[in-house]
């Protein structure tokens, strides 16, 4: 949103599974209170709308109760939470195992960070799967992992990526274990709101299937 090419809002929605998935919206100090944030979201909203799409999901930080609030005047309406907490990875008791990533896969995935700020990379493991993401040089994110539980993962990556990145992103339906050296931890509530004038043609309980299957 701009007036007299000044910017004013912005906003970013991006797609997982073919779910809608509102990941900021914002507008400058001098917009607040304006309405123009709710007019944004309104014309997000619509958009999605007309190109058939049933809902649009967000996650907010439960310690941002101004938020929580203006999603819910809104129409958005909680369906799930998880904790999403950053370990130090400087201070994370190193174990045995690591994952062996494709080196030329690691090498793409390095340079794809430095140009986009962000990127991924995934490796086989016994049993299954993991993908982490990079950021910004320093931290990296448990995207997905399958086939071992949260904790091997966690264990896993730590070891691997250990002397390449301070801190690891991870989030989780649950709060992270006492020897976790965390550096934050925040419990994040996942939102939703079915767009136009007619309910979503899918249950709630299939839709908070459909959520958890993309946390």
């Known amino acids: ?57 967000l996650d907010v930080f439960e310690s941002n109760p101004s938020a929580l609030s203006w999603y819910e005047r809104s129409g958005y309406q909680t369906v799930s939470q998880s904790f999403l907490y950053r370990i130090d990875l400087t201070r994370f008791q190193q174990e045995s195992g690591r994952i062996e ?5 690691w090498r793409d995935a390095l340079a794809a960070e430095e140009l986009d700020v962000f990127s991924k990379v995934s490796a086989c493991i016994a ?19 399958c086939g071992i539980t949260e904790n091997e993962a966690i264990v896993l990556v730590a070891a691997s990526v250990c002397g390449h990145r301070t ?26 709101k079915c767009l136009g004038e ?9 839709m908070i299937a459909q959520l958890k299957a993309i946390s």
Request: glycine content about 10%; charged content about 20%.
């Open 1 to 57: 949103a701009d007036r007299n090419d000044d910017l004013l809002g912005y906003a970013h929605v991006g797609f997982i599974q073919n779910i809608p998935i509102l990941n900021y919206i914002a507008v400058t100090e001098t917009a607040r209170g304006s309405g123009l944030g709710h007019r944004l979201l309104r014309w997000i909203e619509l958009q999605l709308r007309n190109c058939g799409y049933e809902t649009l999901v």
């Open 101 to 105: 990533f494709v080196p030329a896969e």
């Open 127 to 145: 049993g299954g799967r993991i993908t982490l993401g990079f950021i910004d040089g320093s931290a990296c994110k448990l995207m997905e992992y």
């Open 167 to 192: 801190e690891l992103i991870v989030r989780s339906p649950s709060a992270p274990v006492p020897d976790i050296p965390v550096l934050s931890v925040e419990k994040s509530l996942r939102m939703i």
């Open 198 to 206: 007619t309910p979503c043609n899918i249950s709630g309980k299939d």
